[in-house]
């Protein structure tokens, strides 16, 4: 005779009668009196798949169910299944009898599993939290930034566990994280899409890790390749006329610092007095801004001294003369403090609507420095030192080059060349 599969086995212990199997049914204690009469309920032997019933035929019976087994030595009381359903008719309470001695039979059997509060404990959304809870440690360990924590806050809430809620982590499996993909809204690009999937990769490697599961979803077939794009920019005569329709005189250094410099907006927003050296003419960045909190590090995580663009030591002598180390280079004058992301970009935004450009500050700014560095045909590796670069790639992934230009115009020309040669042949 062939072996039976797991669910014929199951089955067949549902039609057997309770006696044969390891463990007992009872109603829960409140429920094992009637209460028309008073008498306890007994088993009743005319219809079996009802359980229980009073003896003295009132019609009521027991509608809340427990399992009592004796395994390995130790009594235990189980009152809901996997999933934290509770045992709420005896057809339930023994369909779970029968899985559990299956269980037992092929020695899978984890008591714990059928434990509310170990059941809740593997709850995605209890499990993410705790996940969210080790990233905000991280965070004041300084491993990950205050802005990434915000946007994995988001995931969590708008996306994971919306989609997740109280299934079992152990039972997530590779369909599972098809199907929360295919799912995405088609509006998100395909960059937020990506990073939403890696997070979701993230941490179910970081369960893996620790043991919580057994083995992660696959995402193998799940990897979005994101379009390389080079950023927007604009040529030095559009900084300026930007920068021109800005209003206040004192609003205007900040952003013609970063027109000149190429650091990022919020380096320069965190720099201090003592971070510039006028006897080297050198800058060290060594903070950043993140979501309003100071980093004590630069997005590179390399500190090291960059030249200042000489036509910018005039004006940032005025600014720094007379002032303490530790205060700010660039303060907002209407708050003395130093600029807020949000009222920085506005003062750019609304520059650019009145100058008719359109082009976010870090693309206008960083972004525009470096490539029109390399489209003056400045080596690569320079402009990586210049912009703190970690290495030459991002130079070429991010920058038209000025010698790739002029390798496309030889093509061209080759090309126009040839068709020349042909017409002239032609007549």
Same mark, same amino acid.
Not at 5 to 14: F, H, L, R
């Given at each position: 005779m062939?072996?039976?599969?797991?669910?014929?086995?199951?089955?067949?212990? +549902?039609s057997r009668d309770e006696t044969d199997m390891k463990g007992v049914i009872r109603p829960i204690s409140r429920q094992r009196y009637c209460?028309?009469? %008073?008498?306890?309920?007994?088993?009743?032997?005319?219809?079996?798949?009802?359980?229980?019933?009073?003896?003295?035929?009132? %019609?009521?019976?027991?509608?809340?169910?427990? +399992?009592d087994l004796w395994w390995k030595n130790r009594n235990?009381?189980?009152?809901?299944?996997?999933?934290?359903?509770?045992?709420?008719?005896?057809?339930?309470?023994? $369909?779970?009898?029968? +899985?559990?001695?299956s269980e037992i039979q092929t020695h899978t059997f984890n008591p714990t599993s059928y434990t509310k509060s170990e059941i809740e404990k593997y709850f995605f959304k209890n499990q993410i939290e705790k996940w969210l809870h080790g990233k905000e440690k991280d965070k004041l360990k300084g491993k990950i930034a205050p802005s990434t924590l915000r946007v994995y806050r988001i995931y969590v809430s708008k996306y994971y566990i919306p989609a997740f809620q109280n299934q079992d982590v152990r039972d997530i499996q590779t369909p599972?994280?098809?199907?929360?993909?295919?799912?995405?809204?088609?509006?998100?690009?395909?960059?937020y899409q990506k990073c939403l999937i890696d997070t979701l990769e993230q941490f179910f490697s970081t369960l893996a890790d620790d043991d919580e599961i057994g083995k992660k979803p696959s995402?193998?077939?799940?990897?979005?390749?994101?379009?390389?794009?080079?950023?927007?920019?604009? @040529?030095?005569?559009?900084?300026?006329?930007?920068?021109?329709?800005?209003? @206040?005189?004192? @609003?205007?250094?900040?952003?013609?610092?970063?027109?000149?410099?190429?650091?990022r907006p919020s380096e320069s927003r965190a720099l201090k007095i003592k971070d510039i050296n006028f006897t080297d003419g050198t800058v060290?960045?060594?903070?950043?801004?993140?979501d309003h909190e100071i980093i004590e590090?630069?997005?590179?995580?390399?500190?090291?001294?960059?030249?200042?663009?000489?036509?910018?030591?005039?004006?940032?002598?005025?600014?720094?003369?007379n002032r303490f180390p530790d205060e700010y280079v660039f303060v907002n004058w209407r708050t003395e403090k130093p600029y807020n992301r949000?009222?920085?970009?506005?003062?750019?935004?609304?520059?650019?609507?009145?100058?008719?450009?359109?082009?976010?500050?870090?693309?206008?700014?960083?972004?525009?420095?470096? $490539?029109?560095?390399?489209?003056? %045909?400045?080596?690569?590796?320079?402009?990586?030192?210049i912009l703190n670069h970690c290495d030459d790639r991002m130079v070429k992934k991010h920058y038209i080059n000025k010698d790739d230009l002029e390798k496309q115009r030889v093509v061209f020309n080759k090309i126009n060349n040839i068709a020349n040669i042909r017409k002239k042949k032609k007549k």
């Open positions: 062939a072996d039976l599969t797991d669910i014929e086995k199951i089955m067949q212990n +549902i209460p028309g009469c %008073g008498e306890k309920f007994k088993r009743s032997h005319e219809h079996i798949n009802e359980g229980y019933a009073c003896s003295s035929g009132c %019609g009521y019976r027991p509608t809340k169910f427990y +399992i235990y009381f189980l009152c809901s299944d996997k999933t934290g359903q509770p045992l709420d008719s005896y057809q339930r309470a023994k $369909t779970l009898l029968a +899985i559990i001695n599972d994280v098809k199907k929360f993909y295919y799912e995405l809204p088609d509006t998100l690009s395909l960059k995402f193998k077939k799940l990897k979005i390749t994101v379009p390389n794009r080079t950023p927007k920019w604009i @040529d030095r005569h559009t900084q300026d006329t930007a920068i021109s329709f800005i209003e @206040d005189e004192r @609003d205007k250094k900040s952003f013609i610092f970063l027109t000149r410099q190429g650091v060290t960045v060594t903070r950043t801004f993140s590090m630069n997005k590179e995580k390399n500190i090291k001294a960059r030249l200042l663009n000489p036509e910018l030591i005039p004006m940032l002598k005025e600014l720094c003369a949000n009222i920085f970009n506005k003062i750019w935004n609304d520059a650019c609507k009145k100058a008719g450009i359109a082009i976010s500050l870090n693309n206008a700014t960083r972004h525009s420095v470096g $490539t029109q560095a390399s489209r003056a %045909g400045v080596p690569d590796s320079d402009i990586a030192d």
